[in-house]
């Protein structure tokens, strides 16, 4: 079946940086686009970044340009979020889902299969 494991949340300090990374299987991974997004307690979902299917197209919201980097190795069917300098705004659960799409979305609806998270938390 379908799965998208997250893994490499954890607590960090900010300024610090974690990577995080989605394996998946159960499908064909190399024909979707991926995407990161993150919910906050009390918030709505947010988009963080995209890779398109071949990793030539990447976008990113303003709040992490700059600071994260998306990537994915097709081979090993995985993407990754490296994120550095991070802040405390940053802390929320990150989610990986894949999207069966030439041009990839920032709305998290157009997405078709979704991980189950992991927590990102940064302190003061």
């Known amino acids: 079946q379908v799965q998208l494991v997250e893994s490499g949340g954890g607590l960090v300090q900010a300024g610090g940086s974690l990577r995080l990374s989605c394996a998946a299987s159960g499908f064909s991974f190399s024909t979707y686009a991926m995407g990161w997004f993150r919910q906050a307690p009390g918030k709505e979902r947010e988009f963080v970044a995209f890779?398109?299917?071949?990793?030539?197209?990447?976008y990113y919201a303003d709040s992490v340009k700059g600071r994260f980097t998306i990537f994915r190795d097709n081979a090993k069917r995985t993407v990754y979020l490296q994120m550095i300098s991070l802040k405390p705004e940053d802390t929320a659960v990150y989610y990986c889902?894949?999207?069966?799409?030439?041009?990839?979305?920032?709305?998290?609806?157009?997405?078709?299969?979704w991980g189950q998270g992991t927590q990102v938390t940064v302190s003061s």
């Open positions: 890779i398109s299917r071949s990793g030539g197209i990447t």
């Open positions: 889902a894949a999207d069966y799409t030439v041009v990839p979305s920032t709305l998290g609806d157009a997405y078709d299969y």
